[in-house]
């Protein structure tokens, strides 16, 4: 474990790099070029159309903006919806000068527009909850490498910039004030998802979708400052002295942040040492080392979340890291913890390269065993994720049938034996045998599965 924590240091320096990436990133000059006028021009400009290159001149004047780089990629818009990206119940914000505490709660967005996303969710201020509902409307995105702390290698990492308003009502329906701003965000983009990027989520000062804005009268001016954001607040002065993560001075308190702090250490109560986090090491056959982090994370409703980290280290160097996507409610059995996040290269998918097999333990009170699997393609010489192998039970590829097979108890005392064959990176079965016992007999019953019609057919 020790020597798991003296490379994760080695990668990043700690509190400090993450500090000064956020005051010299480009976000910090978006930010601060900006007036109530401008956020009004971007939300009310001409919506972006397919192929959008030069985002900023549908509307919008570059050098008015002066961003240094009025270019977007333009099927990251294209081919994907983000809304997931901003949805969440755990941002951090202030209002005012002094800081008072106020809760978002982005529980819906939606897309509507290459460039526009919808959100509804609540807005939490003084003991006082109201709904709201704003527009998103996205002006540049720069493709860029992923820093010390971000581990990125295999991932694309992309900065979103835009503007935004929020209108919160009360509970009768009435407006109760409006915000206007502007909003930066971080995503990657892997094996053709994108997520909001949480790479150097254990390091120092992280944070992601970062907004900054006021609240504006009816004659469009603004007011009160109001920022919000997830793992810090953006420009929070004097209020945030936490070093590994947001803390809020003493002083402010009186403003709600005294709520927050017995919140915080509540939740940090719940944890258990025994399962809050996990570690282990390997080294694979070409000398590469694997670290892995394996995290049981309490969540509000009493349930568990899992979260697990793999990165590949050679010659003291990150080579890639991998984050299995796994369902909210696969939580594995305790004792295949240890089984967790464990690596082996194997010829999952037979072409004469190895693929990297990840452990997610056994999900069941029969031990199923559940494997992430990402296949090696050597044209790009990258790892391409197969969500369909991770939902496979007790997985096991053989070389000399060129299949995969996978076993699992059913009902009546069953168990169902399942062969499947690999159609480039898509598995399809193609014979399914159930083994019962009745009557102190056992009884085998053969299915062969028809492609054409995706039924299976009992065998004569």
Known sequence: MKSFFLTLIALCTIGVVQAQ??????????YKKWSIGKIDKMLQSKHLTSPCVEVWKQGIDCSEAALPYPLTPAWLLEAHDLSEVWVGDNYLGFSRANYQRITFAIERAEKVALDEYRLRGTV???????PMEGTLRIVAVQQRGGDDCEEASE????????????????????????????????????DDMVELNDLGGYCDGWNNNQFRGWVVDEKNKASDKVNFGLGRIPDSGDLDVGVGEFFPDEKYYAYGWAEYTEELRAERDNYS???????????????????????????KDGSQKMNVTVIFMRDGKLVRSFRPKVDDVFVPMQSTWNEVGNVSMEDVDFDGHADVVISLGAGNMRLDMHYACYLYEPTTGRYKYVPQYQALPNANPDATQRLVHTHESAANDATEFVSWRWDEHRLVPTTRTVLQWKEGKEIETCYDYDAATEEWILRQ
Do not use: C
């Open 155 to 190: 991932e694309q990492i992309y900065d979103i910039f835009g503007a935004y308003t929020i209108s919160i009502y009360s509970t009768y329906g009435d407006s109760h004030g409006t915000q206007k701003g502007v909003f930066y965000s971080s995503v990657y983009e892997l």
């Open 21 to 30: 990436r956020f005051t010299d990133n480009p976000a910090e000059l978006f």
């Open 273 to 299: 040492d025994d399962y809050e986090e996990l570690h282990g090491e390997g080294t694979l056959n070409d000398g590469t080392r694997w670290l892995k982090v394996f995290r049981l994370l309490p969540q």
């Open 124 to 130: 939490r201020m003084s003991g006082m909850q109201r």
